[in-house]
């Protein structure tokens, strides 16, 4: 076999994401433990519970297998309703465990990126309003101002806020996270709050610790027109495509935030991008539909001929990858993939659909677009929100109950690419034979 192989470039980040709720369990201030007890909230009444008990420490372990498998970064959330419990009361014990978590990532050598909100919120926030009120934006920066203070030395990556329009649409729009609304007027103005509360923490971090690199993680879905020769259905697409995946991008990058029935001037969130993160997962093929105005006239499906994950969550297009590292490429931002991964608990198509993301992105890195670093979605299995423990993100697979911790094959795939720094055709005729004659043509053919 010849020896070919897609090489990144040195110093490129190689990791893992996750989320402090997903993870670390007994998160009794926030809002989603609050609505997990809710009846019919979460599919087959799943609660975070003890979740993966980062809580009890096993954080620890976690980072080491991070390190024997040759990652060299790690994106984790903090937790506000652990760090603010009450309005204004910081709690000490909260902020020396995100610090011993970030030492044990450092003592490892690995490059934390901290989410500072990754869709939960604490309970008091919420009861005061939360994103609906201007007021979030100051209370949302004082928090910022506190982590930055108590954590600063220990982290230059911050991810202010993530996929602020996944959970926009998920709060304000679908009601399946709190506060569980269904109002398109509104999920545009928690839209803009927290982009104004996004800005007001990228000045925070910036005055705190100059030498802080401050982006947000934007989950970019792709929305193809399902009949391409179809007018409405092209004007469908490109309105989900400008209204949920562009309009924070567009706004930091103008200074201008577009609405459904207005656009806003927002001066203040003009730049305020040391990096973009793009969380890709999979697209969408639109139709347009007069009976869905709260899909903006647009029934969102999957191809026939897709091929989908576990629970049918998940279309693998890798192509996507490459055209949302495109076109944001164009705003001149450095970038990283800050999620990509699929529910996959049997590993039956993980391994293709990593390779093939990662070779998307390999291909953009080659047009020389600034992309600096990939985090797969996740190292462990972790609560899912909505759909609990249905769903199985994890390269390593957790017993719930006894907190064991199993690598599927994909673990060791991921490993053989971050330690290398490249994929293979060794490695992908090992773990995925029928995809590595396309991925490498000609490769397999010297035997
Ligand atoms: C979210 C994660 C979530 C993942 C998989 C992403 O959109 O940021 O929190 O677990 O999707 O569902």
Same mark, same amino acid.
Request: charged share 20%; hydrophobic share 45%; net charge neutral.
């Given at each position: 076999m010849v020896r070919a192989q897609f090489t990144f470039p040195r110093g490129f980040l190689w990791g893992t994401a996750t989320a402090a709720h997903q993870v670390e369990g007994g998160n009794a201030a926030s809002d989603w433990k609050a609505w997990e007890r809710e009846p019919g909230r979460v599919l087959g009444a799943h609660t975070s519970s003890r979740a993966c008990e980062w809580l009890q420490g096993r954080y620890i372990e976690d980072f080491d297998r991070a390190v024997a498998d040759g990652h060299n970064a790690l994106r984790l959330s903090v937790e506000w309703a652990r760090i603010e419990p009450e309005p204004g009361r910081w709690d000490a014990a909260a902020l020396q465990f995100y610090r011993a978590q970030l030492l044990a990532l450092r003592e490892r050598n690995i490059t934390p990126m901290v989410t500072l909100c990754h869709f939960t919120q604490p309970l008091w926030f919420m009861e005061r309003g939360g994103w609906e009120t201007p007021a979030c934006i100051q209370l949302f920066e004082r928090y910022v101002q506190k982590v930055a203070a108590e954590l600063g030395d220990l982290c230059t990556l911050w991810c202010t806020i993530n996929e602020p329009n996944a959970y926009v649409f998920a709060a304000y729009v679908a009601g399946v996270f709190p506060p569980g609304r269904h109002n398109l007027l509104l999920a545009q103005q928690v839209h #803009?709050?927290? #982009?104004?509360? %996004?800005?007001?923490?990228?000045? @925070?971090? %910036?005055?705190?610790? $100059?030498? @802080?690199?401050?982006? =947000?993680?934007?989950?970019?879905?792709?929305?193809? @027109? @399902?009949? $391409?020769?179809?007018?409405?259905?092209?004007?469908?697409?490109?309105? /989900?495509? /400008? #209204?949920?995946?562009?309009? =924070?991008?567009?706004?930091?990058?103008?200074?201008?935030?577009?609405? #459904?029935?207005?656009?806003?001037?927002?001066?203040?969130?003009?730049?305020?991008?040391d990096w973009l993160g793009v969380n890709y997962y999979t697209r969408d093929l639109v139709a347009f539909d007069l009976r869905r105005p709260f899909e903006l006239f647009g029934r969102r499906q999957y191809a026939p001929a897709d091929v989908l994950s576990e629970n049918g969550f998940i279309a693998s297009h890798p192509a996507g990858l490459f055209r949302a590292l495109e076109e944001m490429q164009a705003f001149g931002w450095p970038m990283f993939v800050t999620e990509n991964g699929v529910e996959d608990a049997p590993d039956s198509m993980r391994p293709a659909y990593l390779l093939e993301h990662l070779r998307a992105l390999w291909q953009a890195v080659c047009f020389n677009y600034p992309v600096h670093g990939y985090f797969h979605w996740s190292l462990v299995d972790n609560f899912e929100w909505e759909r609990g423990w249905t769903q199985r993100f994890g390269l390593y697979a957790l017993d719930v109950e006894t907190q064991v911790r199993t690598p599927r094959r994909s673990a060791q795939l991921y490993a053989e690419i971050c330690r290398a720094n490249a994929i293979s055709a060794e490695t992908a005729q090992r773990y995925a034979a029928p995809l590595a004659g396309s991925m490498f043509p000609g490769s397999m053919l010297a035997g």
């Amino acid at each position: 076999m010849v020896r070919a192989q897609f090489t990144f470039p040195r110093g490129f980040l190689w990791g893992t994401a996750t989320a402090a709720h997903q993870v670390e369990g007994g998160n009794a201030a926030s809002d989603w433990k609050a609505w997990e007890r809710e009846p019919g909230r979460v599919l087959g009444a799943h609660t975070s519970s003890r979740a993966c008990e980062w809580l009890q420490g096993r954080y620890i372990e976690d980072f080491d297998r991070a390190v024997a498998d040759g990652h060299n970064a790690l994106r984790l959330s903090v937790e506000w309703a652990r760090i603010e419990p009450e309005p204004g009361r910081w709690d000490a014990a909260a902020l020396q465990f995100y610090r011993a978590q970030l030492l044990a990532l450092r003592e490892r050598n690995i490059t934390p990126m901290v989410t500072l909100c990754h869709f939960t919120q604490p309970l008091w926030f919420m009861e005061r309003g939360g994103w609906e009120t201007p007021a979030c934006i100051q209370l949302f920066e004082r928090y910022v101002q506190k982590v930055a203070a108590e954590l600063g030395d220990l982290c230059t990556l911050w991810c202010t806020i993530n996929e602020p329009n996944a959970y926009v649409f998920a709060a304000y729009v679908a009601g399946v996270f709190p506060p569980g609304r269904h109002n398109l007027l509104l999920a545009q103005q928690v839209h #803009l709050n927290q #982009l104004r509360a %996004h800005a007001a923490a990228y000045y @925070a971090l %910036h005055a705190a610790r $100059p030498d @802080a690199r401050v982006g =947000w993680a934007q989950y970019l879905r792709g929305f193809v @027109a @399902a009949r $391409p020769g179809f007018p409405p259905d092209r004007w469908a697409a490109n309105w /989900q495509h /400008q #209204l949920f995946n562009m309009g =924070w991008v567009n706004a930091v990058h103008s200074g201008r935030f577009r609405m #459904l029935q207005r656009s806003v001037p927002v001066p203040e969130c003009r730049g305020t991008c040391d990096w973009l993160g793009v969380n890709y997962y999979t697209r969408d093929l639109v139709a347009f539909d007069l009976r869905r105005p709260f899909e903006l006239f647009g029934r969102r499906q999957y191809a026939p001929a897709d091929v989908l994950s576990e629970n049918g969550f998940i279309a693998s297009h890798p192509a996507g990858l490459f055209r949302a590292l495109e076109e944001m490429q164009a705003f001149g931002w450095p970038m990283f993939v800050t999620e990509n991964g699929v529910e996959d608990a049997p590993d039956s198509m993980r391994p293709a659909y990593l390779l093939e993301h990662l070779r998307a992105l390999w291909q953009a890195v080659c047009f020389n677009y600034p992309v600096h670093g990939y985090f797969h979605w996740s190292l462990v299995d972790n609560f899912e929100w909505e759909r609990g423990w249905t769903q199985r993100f994890g390269l390593y697979a957790l017993d719930v109950e006894t907190q064991v911790r199993t690598p599927r094959r994909s673990a060791q795939l991921y490993a053989e690419i971050c330690r290398a720094n490249a994929i293979s055709a060794e490695t992908a005729q090992r773990y995925a034979a029928p995809l590595a004659g396309s991925m490498f043509p000609g490769s397999m053919l010297a035997g």
